[in-house]
């Protein structure tokens, strides 16, 4: 396609004025600008924060300061596997000591080429907002636990670990990697009429997000607990043109070009300046609001 060389009065229009009316259009219940912008400063600073720590080790500390500073009792735990070791990091959050569990996670290791920002401290810096949130306002029907997996990159030994070693079967894991920019939820969900993926649907709406929800999903911790017949979902935030192109390079094809997501993580690439806080601010009140309709549609003991 031939590059303009000026800006012809259709691209003014749609550059500055169909932004200016897509805002208009925000549903009447979307976040208040505030509350948008606190949570994605937030995010943004707990994402620079791992990126600047470097190792495993330096991540899961940055991780633990974060739940120390909310007074969330964290614990970790070593696990081996071959000649590798790693330290998985766990806190309560919420809720009544019999409810039901539902565990949130995300990997906290990442690759050695770039600095993870994406992969994974995206998906870490999402599970500390939902930590935060869901200590200060509990769920009614389950109590609430946060994961931070290491050595995902390895093979989900974390996960895995977690799931061998007598961790306790939740009710549901919710997986979140690669949560960093776009306009789409994107859910892997194994089963369809998992009433959370209807929730999430409700939420997406609600939210003035797009959600696409089903089974084709790249390798990640969701994995360790399916193999164990425990349920877990996962959800990342990506552009939604994306998906059907992330899929394809996971199935061995070569798609017509790269999305966004290959060209950055596990590269060079995975720093701070790809994603975008306030877009993930956007999907986390979603993600929120999803957890709470499915925490309402269990029926009380
Ligand atoms: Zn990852």
């Given at each position: 396609m031939p590059a303009l060389r000026r800006p012809c009065a259709a691209l003014l229009l749609s550059c500055l004025l169909l932004p200016l009316l897509a805002m208009a259009e925000q549903?009447?219940?979307?976040?208040?600008g505030d509350a948008l912008r606190a949570t994605a400063e937030t995010w943004q600073a707990d994402v620079a924060a791992m990126t600047a720590a470097g190792d495993s080790a330096a991540r899961r500390a940055v991780l633990r300061q974060r739940l120390d500073a909310r007074a969330l009792p964290s614990l970790e735990t070593a696990f081996s596997n071959e000649d590798l070791h790693g330290r998985n990091l766990l806190a309560t959050v919420s809720g009544a000591p019999g409810a039901p569990l539902l565990l949130i996670g995300a990997h906290l290791d990442k690759v050695d080429?770039?600095?993870?920002a994406t992969d994974n401290a995206s998906g870490s810096a999402t599970v500390l907002e939902l930590a935060r949130r869901f200590q200060q306002r509990p769920l009614a029907r389950h109590r609430v636990a946060v994961a931070f997996w290491d050595l995902e990159e390895k093979g989900l030994l974390g996960a895995r670990a977690y799931v061998a070693d007598g961790g306790e079967k939740p009710a549901l894991y919710v997986n979140f990697d690669?949560?960093?920019?776009?306009d789409t939820l994107w859910m892997m969900v194994p089963?369809?009429?998992?009433p959370l993926r209807a929730a999430s649907d409700a939420a997406a709406r609600e939210t003035g997000i797009a959600l696409s929800a089903g089974d084709k999903y790249p390798p990640t911790d969701h994995l360790a607990f399916l193999k164990a017949g425990w349920p877990a979902v996962s959800y990342s935030l990506v552009g939604g043109d994306e998906i059907p192109l992330i899929l394809q390079v996971f199935a061995q094809q070569t798609p017509e070009r790269m999305p966004k997501v290959m060209r950055v993580?596990?590269?060079?690439?995975?720093?701070?300046?790809?994603?975008?806080a306030t877009a993930v601010s956007r999907g986390i009140d979603a993600v929120e609001a999803a957890l709470r309709r499915w925490d309402a549609t269990v029926p009380t003991p």
């Open positions: 549903p009447a219940n979307a976040p208040a080429a770039g600095l993870g690669v949560f960093g920019w776009g089963d369809a009429a998992h993580i596990h590269s060079d690439a995975d720093t701070l300046d790809e994603v975008d």
